[in-house]
């Protein structure tokens, strides 16, 4: 089957905005995945077929390029398809469009499938339905590796909440983009938008956990590692760069 554009049509609604009523990242993060779960469903390889195939898709890494974020109210559409694919991993592009049709958010995302019962990967090609990707980018990324942070700025530290945990029973991947943007100082977010996103997910995190993010500020870029703290499995679950405007 060749992959086709999949285009769906929102409104802002007041409660997914911030206080510069603007829609929230999170509620942006959310929705891209809503489009990937509705188009996935579409081809044959969605949530049901999954789970009755003890598989379940994992995201590793993210990119965002945002020239605006949506307004409240504004009637925005969205396409997502399967861009490229190799043996252990698929890419799903995204594009928003706002209320006159201009391209104003481009994004790209890596996906593993994963074995629910060994929790191991494995293939793409020999698991799922057979298509071909559209074979064109949103995003031209190939999702570079995040450098660790030696030396943060500051440090954020709170518990993971029932409502972060996602049916699989992990941390949601939104959830980091969003951890990370709440890390950097409040007089600077004010004053500041997300341009740019990149995001590697490197270990899963679970409900009650003890989080913290560090945070290294260099200009208009803002640096995150987040990590688990104090307990017996310490480890670090993300590395985020936000290049804000």
Same mark, same amino acid.
């Given at each position: 089957? #060749?992959?086709?554009?999949?285009?769906?049509?929102?409104?802002?609604?007041?409660?997914?905005?911030?206080?510069?009523?603007?829609?929230?990242?999170?509620?942006?993060?959310?929705?891209?995945?809503?489009?990937?779960?509705?188009?996935?469903?579409?081809?044959?390889?969605?949530?049901?077929?999954?789970?009755?195939?003890?598989?379940?898709?994992?995201?590793?890494?993210?990119?965002?390029?945002?020239?605006?974020?949506?307004?409240?109210?504004?009637?925005?559409?969205?396409?997502?398809?399967?861009?490229?694919?190799?043996?252990?991993?698929?890419?799903?592009?995204?594009?928003?469009?706002?209320?006159?049709?201009?391209?104003?958010?481009?994004?790209?995302? #890596?996906?593993?499938?994963?074995?629910?019962?060994?929790?191991?990967?494995?293939?793409?090609?020999?698991?799922?339905?057979?298509?071909?990707?559209?074979?064109?980018?949103?995003?031209?990324?190939?999702?570079?590796?995040?450098?660790?942070?030696?030396?943060?700025?500051? #440090?954020?530290?709170?518990?993971?909440?029932?409502?972060?945990?996602?049916?699989?029973?992990?941390?949601?991947?939104?959830?980091?983009?969003?951890?990370?943007?709440?890390?950097?100082?409040?007089?600077?977010?004010?004053?500041?938008?997300?341009?740019?996103?990149?995001?590697?997910?490197?270990?899963?995190?679970?409900?009650?956990?003890?989080?913290?993010?560090?945070?290294?500020?260099?200009?208009?870029?803002?640096?995150?590692?987040?990590?688990?703290?104090?307990?017996?499995?310490?480890?670090?679950?993300?590395?985020?760069?936000?290049?804000?405007?």
């Amino acid at each position: 089957m #060749q992959a086709k554009k999949y285009r769906k049509e929102y409104n802002i609604r007041s409660y997914e905005c911030d206080r510069n009523n603007n829609l929230r990242i999170l509620t942006l993060m959310n929705i891209l995945q809503d489009m990937a779960d509705d188009d996935a469903a579409r081809l044959g390889f969605g949530l049901k077929f999954c789970i009755e195939h003890g598989m379940t898709w994992v995201g590793t890494n993210y990119a965002l390029e945002i020239d605006r974020l949506p307004k409240i109210h504004e009637n925005i559409a969205i396409e997502t398809w399967p861009s490229a694919k190799n043996k252990l991993s698929a890419y799903r592009d995204y594009e928003v469009f706002g209320e006159d049709g201009s391209s104003i958010i481009r994004a790209s995302s #890596q996906w593993v499938l994963i074995n629910l019962e060994k929790w191991r990967p494995i293939s793409v090609m020999d698991n799922m339905p057979q298509h071909l990707p559209l074979n064109e980018r949103a995003l031209d990324t190939d999702f570079p590796k995040i450098s660790e942070i030696t030396d943060g700025d500051s #440090q954020f530290k709170f518990r993971v909440r029932f409502d972060d945990i996602d049916l699989n029973k992990h941390i949601n991947n939104a959830v980091y983009i969003l951890w990370a943007a709440e890390a950097v100082e409040p007089e600077f977010r004010l004053a500041h938008n997300p341009a740019r996103i990149d995001i590697n997910f490197r270990k899963e995190g679970y409900m009650g956990e003890k989080i913290m993010v560090t945070t290294k500020m260099d200009g208009n870029k803002s640096y995150h590692s987040i990590r688990t703290y104090d307990s017996d499995n310490e480890r670090e679950l993300a590395r985020a760069v936000i290049e804000w405007k």
